[in-house]
């Protein structure tokens, strides 16, 4: 999906350490620099066919988007796994990912218990078409609404985009029109997070929360 998020950082460890533990593997890792941009990452998708790998590993920017060229490169004898974000699309080899779903259901949870199960919330979203954060989207404000009737969604239509610096002018303004209503905020991924604490951080309203368990 990208190159600069410290998530992906440690993808690439991971898949480097299991290229050297095999010893018989050779890791070429690619991204684009920033989760945006569809257009290189198919681009890069083509150049790996073209370069006739052996197989591909793939994290979708676009679960649609990456559908045609996936399946010119498993048409070519190519096998594709997908992780993290998922494809729609048969003909990957398999996929390997967390339950984005039940991340958002844990993450609702957490804050209704924060709050003792009443106040009002923000959900702001990452990016349209990424299915791993729309996933865990779905299952905050599903899980909101089934078990929390009493808190209220503020704001749920917002986008953070593709970097932190992106998520912070977003939160920013976020923060200035709910500044004194809102009690707590959820952020599906690394960098709308941080640009969200960036922004509450700055308008003075961060405030630490207390361990589970504790009071």
């Not at 002018?169 to 959820?186: A, E, H, L, P, Y």
């Amino acid at each position: 999906k990208g190159t600069s998020h410290e998530f992906w950082k440690t993808i690439h460890a991971g898949a480097l350490k299991a290229a050297q533990d095999l010893g018989t593997v050779e890791l070429i890792w690619q991204g684009p620099q920033k989760e945006d941009d569809r257009v290189q990452q198919i681009q890069l998708v083509q150049n790996a066919i073209a370069a006739k790998v052996d197989g591909i590993v793939l994290a979708p920017l676009d679960s649609r988007a990456l559908v045609k060229p996936v399946e010119d490169a498993v048409g070519r004898g190519i096998p594709v796994v997908v992780i993290d974000s998922s494809l729609e699309s048969n003909a990957i080899s398999s996929y390997v990912a967390t339950n984005n779903y039940n991340g958002g259901a844990l993450a609702a949870r957490r804050l209704g218990g924060l709050l003792n199960g009443e106040g009002k919330v923000i959900l702001l979203r990452y990016a349209v078409g990424s299915a791993s954060t729309e996933q865990r989207e779905k299952g905050f404000t599903e899980t909101l609404a089934k078990e929390f009737p009493k808190l209220t969604l503020l704001s749920d239509t917002e986008y953070a985009g593709p970097t932190a610096d992106s998520a912070q002018q977003k939160s920013q303004s976020i923060v200035t029109r709910f500044r004194g209503q809102v009690d707590g905020i959820f952020c599906p991924n690394e960098s709308s997070t941080f640009g969200m604490l960036r922004a509450l951080e700055q308008a003075n309203m961060l405030m630490q929360a207390p361990s589970p368990g504790q009071p």
